[in-house]
């Protein structure tokens, strides 16, 4: 359905990684059919926002910004606003009725119909797609991504898991993979752009599994690695129980697989994973925690923790202060248990930590947590780190800013080095959240 209109869309993205790439998505499709990318939403004909709904303030987060647009639809009649993501697949039609400025809603699996809802939307109709299909995994679709240093790779979408506190299993449906040849057709063309990092993503991404070569997370990890040997490769997000032996060993034999894991583990009390359905008990947790140690060394580990779940007792919440201790993670998404309509928690068990409590429990991980993650910067004082530069620091056009291997935020003297270079850098300042150093020179060779 071509646009003959020379319309404009600007994407506002809410959210994780993955709502990133499916705007890279949404852009392809939409400039696959004539529409033109808008520098900003004052110049755009069409407004879209891409949503998540993960956590409690999703609905808060884009209300202002919609009451925005709203004023902005006074003064432009013909700017169309619509809204794409996990929200509107939560709150379906009912999001209509919450707010006047939407003139359509697409859930994640509909983004290759939006062509047809724009069309329908500006003959004056609010249409609504929140289909989820199975087959969908945007294969095909060549994602229009920003420049940069590093490019995202969806290879599943959805998950199987439904862990109770969580809404994904619903507003991204069942688990999908990108199949193994569209994969590495997608990391060809960004070893061709130029990037050098390329993440790949899934809701539960070491449940990857390619259902015509049979491959699993891993076998695509390695055959990745291989295929971009100038590039660091990255994944996202991890369940505990799916680290498998053989993914370690390759993250371990690869030298340009990142050490870091992301590994949520939400409690250190398996009275509570259990309650939450996350398929494992903490020994195990442990077990894959020392796995990884033992086989990758100087490993990072990152997870989320969520305070005060349903039957929480303070031995619970003890017994994940003494996992943060044990285990001291670079860094942690923290919050605390807030029912989400519509999940598994929601409908069957009772929401009984007070307010103030878990607010208390969740200000101790963070301090404990805190003082780990500076414990862990002020430790690398005086190593020698190779920082992939990413872009200017903020503070200085003289500075630029990268990451390590393991996901460490550094600031540099710029030196010789640009956005893309492997650098040498000498820690000699640590902060709470950022190493600072010393150029110590671009690497001549990158990885291969
Ligand atoms: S593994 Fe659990 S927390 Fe993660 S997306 Fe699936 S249901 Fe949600």
């Known amino acids: 359905m071509k646009n003959e209109t020379g319309r404009s869309f600007y994407i506002n993205t809410f959210g994780c990684q993955m709502n990133l790439a499916d705007s890279s998505i949404i852009t392809a499709i939409l400039r696959d059919v004539g529409y033109r990318v808008a520098g900003s939403e004052e110049e755009a004909d069409i407004v879209i926002l891409n949503t998540c709904a993960v956590r409690e303030n999703a609905v808060e987060r884009i209300t202002h910004y919609l009451q925005f647009l709203r004023g902005a639809k006074k003064r432009k009649k013909s700017l169309l606003v619509g809204v794409a993501g996990c929200v509107p697949q939560h709150l379906k039609r009912e999001m209509l009725e919450m707010f006047p400025a939407i003139d359509f809603l697409a859930g994640p699996d509909t983004y290759r119909t939006l062509p047809v809802l724009l069309q329908d939307a500006a003959a004056g109709n609010r249409p609504a797609a929140f289909d989820f299909r199975i087959e969908e995994t945007y294969a095909g679709i060549d994602p229009q991504r920003p420049e940069g240093v590093g490019a995202f790779v969806p290879v599943m979408r959805g998950c199987n898991n439904m862990c109770a506190f969580c809404v994904v299993p619903f507003t991204r449906g069942r688990e999908h993979s990108q199949p193994f040849g569209a994969v590495m057709d997608e990391v060809r063309r960004i070893v061709d752009g130029g990037y050098r990092e390329i993440t790949l993503l899934g809701q539960n991404v070491n449940s990857y599994a390619d259902l015509e070569g049979g491959r699993d997370f891993a076998s695509l990890l390695r055959a990745v690695s291989m295929e971009a040997p100038g590039c660091r490769i990255r994944f996202t997000t991890s369940h505990p129980k799916d680290i498998s032996r053989d993914l370690v060993e390759t993250i371990a034999e690869s030298r340009n697989i990142c050490s870091h894991v992301h590994l949520p583990v939400q409690s250190g009390s398996t009275r509570v994973l259990g309650r939450m359905n996350r398929g494992h008990g903490i020994e195990e947790y442990r077990d894959t925690v020392a796995l990884l140690r033992s086989r990758i060394p100087g490993v990072s580990l990152t997870t989320d923790i969520i305070a005060g779940f349903c039957g929480e007792e303070d031995e619970d919440h003890e017994a994940t202060l003494t996992l943060l201790r044990e285990v001291r993670y670079d860094a942690a998404f923290m919050f605390y248990y807030s029912p989400r309509p519509g999940t598994a928690a929601w409908k069957t068990l009772e929401d009984t930590v007070p307010l103030e409590v878990k607010k208390r429990r969740l200000q101790e991980i963070i301090d404990l947590q805190l003082s780990v993650s500076a414990g862990l910067l002020q430790e690398a004082v005086g190593s020698v780190v190779e920082v992939l530069a990413e872009s200017e620091s903020r503070r200085s056009a003289e500075q ?28 000699s300042k640590a ?8 150029n110590k020179g671009v690497l001549p060779v990158f990885y291969s």
């Open 400 to 427: 630029l800013i990268g990451r390590t291997q393991t996901n460490r935020a550094v600031v540099f003297d710029r030196g010789e080095a640009r956005p893309g270079d492997l650098v040498r850098v000498l820690i």
């Open 431 to 438: 902060s709470s959240v950022t190493l600072s150093g010393v």
